[in-house]
């Protein structure tokens, strides 16, 4: 059998994340029968960067299967710190493990480490590039509030040049029908060109770029905040500010449509404050719950196992 990767969003195809989705949706309401799916199967989370919800959402995923984890949350814990490469790191993990997560700073490296592994490989996120997983996390979450994944107009606001998530989730959705882009930040942190270019051009699917969040409000079924991501600035200066372009507040959304629903991948800086939370349209903490269970979906899913 060969080895099925997640690397790009892409890698997989519309349907099987349709079965990702039902899945899902079928451990949230049968969590039991999915207890021990993944028993004596051990998952390494390799974290090259920091993180908290993609990595312990892994690890709390292998382990409500019946699994184990191992691996390590800093690159300076690893052999990386004495210069080892990606690859070896990699080729020796794929001893230990039965599947990989990683994340690495460096845009490409998860698609460079599947060269080296005998073990699937999941991009946890890959520098400003990509990050599959949250999209899978996004795709579920919308699809438990508003049913469907097609026909709605989305509003993705901030950090649209780095934000990887952002990135992936445009990817996944330029596949649906009916989908209005609105592209929602300062200049210097727009929607890459490659991406209008490979994925939105190439199909002429309609989107809008605009700096401001107050005229694109009314017209959104969906807003997608996200942080302006420090760590791929060249220049501190710059990053202090574009920082604070957006925050989303009680006023801000009063225009905003009734339905509207807010996620955000997380962290969160300054971009959404915290008295949003309480409004019912504001769904990134069910998408923090949503992540583990999308991932117990994909590592089975990965590792040829069904219940
Ligand atoms: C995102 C990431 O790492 O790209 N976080 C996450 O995985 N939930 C978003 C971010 O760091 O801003």
Redesign the pocket.
Known sequence: MSIRNLIDITDLTVEEIDQLIATAEDIIENPVKYQDACAHKQLATLFFEP?T??RLSFESAMLALGGSVLGFSEAQSSSTAKGETVGDTIHTVSCYADIIAM?HPKEGAPYAAAQFSEVPIINA?DGGHN?PT?TLTDLLTIHREKGRLDNFTIGFCGDLKF???VHSLVNALSRQSGIKFVFISPEELKMPDYIKETVLDKDSLPYEETASLEEAMPDLDILYM??V?KERFFNEADYVRLKDTYVLDPEKLVPAKSDLCILH???RVNEITVSVDRDPRACYWKQVKNGKFIRMALIMKLLGIRV
Do not use: I, M
């Open positions: 993180s919800r993609t994340r996120g990050h949250q934000g990887r998530t996200t942080r991501q991948p997380l962290p």
